[in-house]
């Protein structure tokens, strides 16, 4: 069985980790008590052998994303901003309907916006190596850009701040040591494999990637962007375990350097409240695995919903 990466995401007022057998959330509603819920992972992406082949893989990494992250911050979202838990729902229309918006707004802003800014500028920068790096120019800098304002917010602030717990404890877990806040604290906010990093590794490849495919019809340059997002994403996937394989290398450390100064943008110094968040949704995730670690002191679990679909 090959090498399992456990990592997981920011949310309102917490932080999702994701294991081999189950996800967890772990949040603090305004009580200032750390909420729990935990959910088997049983899409086949997870439960299949196609689900680990090299490429494949990348596809989970997408799903986590857009599945079970969007749910789980819309979750998180609820018990921070509710006193009654019986009121918490983690699935729905509203929910399902903002994630639907959420990667519109995407699309239109990271695939459609560069792609017709390069298309335009062709007049003056001819050649399908020209146009490709002004796309991939446009939208990193979009996206650079995006981080930035979004980082003002001070809400979003928050996020970014349990961004650094989650960082902070994964790489104590990663190094052996005991996962109470006074130990991890001692770690950096930056990681190799963070979603930041990923997407900075998958606008870099878009370069190189799209040139080939530079159809003059700007509707054929999108489709073609969108179908090639899950191919970007496994070989993004596939750079990121192999950097965090070869981290004593001294060119892997090069290539991965960008996305580590880009992490700077979305991951703040946590307080101990947070370290302890993070931990209390780590451990859990370790358990189902067979890791036993002494778990902090939490509530009680939130309802259980109904498991993602596959």
Known sequence: MSK?????????????????????????????????HEEPLTARIYTSSWGQWPFVRGLSLLWDTLGLGMRALMW????AMSEEEQKIEFSG????????????????LFFLL????AHFLERWFPGQLASAAIEGV?????????????????????????????????????????LTPSEVRKFTVQHPRCGTSFLFIVVALSIVLFAPFHFDQWYLRLASRLLLIPVLAGIAYEFIRYTASHLDNRLVRALIQPGLWLQGLTTREPDDSMLACAIAALVPVLAADGIQVEMPARTAPAAMPAPLAA
């Open 4 to 36: 399992f990466y456990y990592g997981g995401q920011a949310v309102m007022e917490g932080v999702m980790m994701r294991g081999r057998q189950r996800m967890v959330v772990a949040v603090r509603n305004p009580s200032g008590e750390i909420v729990i």
């Open 76 to 79: 998180s979202a609820d018990v």
């Open 93 to 108: 229309p509203v929910a399902w309907t903002t994630v639907a918006f959420s990667l519109l707004v995407s699309i239109g």
């Open 114 to 117: 560069p792609t017709s800014i």
């Open 138 to 178: 446009v939208r990193l800098g979009l996206f650079v850009a995006y981080l930035w304002v979004i980082g003002l917010m001070p809400d979003i602030r928050r996020v970014f701040m349990y961004h650094g717990a989650e960082h902070k404890t994964i790489n104590a877990y990663e190094a052996g040591v005991a």
